[in-house]
């Protein structure tokens, strides 16, 4: 049994990720903390190292937090891609940069990404570029990281528990039920991959 974290354990792609995580002890964490253990904003450099130091003892970070803002390409403003720049993409990168000085030897970093980068659709620049940009870090980051520290992605479409909020921007998807999401997020956490993107698509 290992120790996990798993941050936007109480959104949708956080209960996805727990429905694969059941043999574990379990620690969860959000931003508003309503329903979990501890609160923790990932934009914030100086929350983030509170959360691991708080929680002391841990195997692996699970992360299925990335806020997006959606809009054409030609109306997004700067203050958009900032916001999702700073939670998507550095807000994942500093959970990995701070938390390897706090994870056990042989732990394991999983972060989320989406199938928006591969399978592109309008509105969703934002969240496909820094999507993008996880998939480079985690292949790229697995390289360099010290005492046998795992990092990998999880690259689901949309869920089926999210089709009622996405579903009309996604026409032609098909969309997968949480708990086979939940599968990839077990093999990132239980196996031995390491600078992996862990595709879900139907
Ligand atoms: N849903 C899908 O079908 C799907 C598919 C592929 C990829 N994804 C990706 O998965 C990620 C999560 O999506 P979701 O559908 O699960 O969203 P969601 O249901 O809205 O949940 C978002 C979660 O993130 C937490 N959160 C937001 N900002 C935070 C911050 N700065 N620090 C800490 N926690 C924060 C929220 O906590 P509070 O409620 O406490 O604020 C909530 O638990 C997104 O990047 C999305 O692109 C989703």
Not at 158 to 173: K, N, S
Request: aromatic content about 8%; glycine content about 10%.
């Amino acid at each position: 049994m290992k120790t996990v974290i798993v941050i936007g354990a109480q959104g949708k792609m956080g209960q996805a990720a727990l429905t694969g995580l059941g043999k574990h002890k379990v620690i969860t964490a959000s931003r508003s903390g309503e329903g979990c253990d501890y609160k923790v904003d990932i934009t914030n450099e100086q929350s983030v190292r509170q959360l691991f130091e708080q929680v002391g003892h841990f195997d692996a970070v699970v992360n299925t937090v990335g806020f997006c803002e959606y809009a054409n390409f030609v109306e997004m403003t700067e203050q958009q891609w900032m916001t999702t720049v700073m939670s998507k993409m550095m807000g994942q990168i500093n959970l990995v940069r701070i938390g390897q000085e706090y994870i056990a030897d042989n732990g394991s970093f999983t972060l989320i990404s989406g199938i928006l980068n591969v399978k592109p659709i309008p509105f969703a620049i934002a969240d496909a570029t820094t999507s993008g940009a996880i998939d480079t870090f985690v292949k790229c980051v697995a390289l360099e990281m010290p005492r046998g520290i795992r990092v990998n992605a999880i690259n689901p479409t949309v869920l089926e528990e999210a089709w009622e909020v996405y579903g009309e921007m996604m026409p032609g998807f098909q969309p997968v039920p949480g708990t086979l999401v939940g599968k990839a997020f077990e093999r990132a956490v239980d196996g031995f991959l390491n600078g992996e993107v862990l595709f879900v698509d139907a």
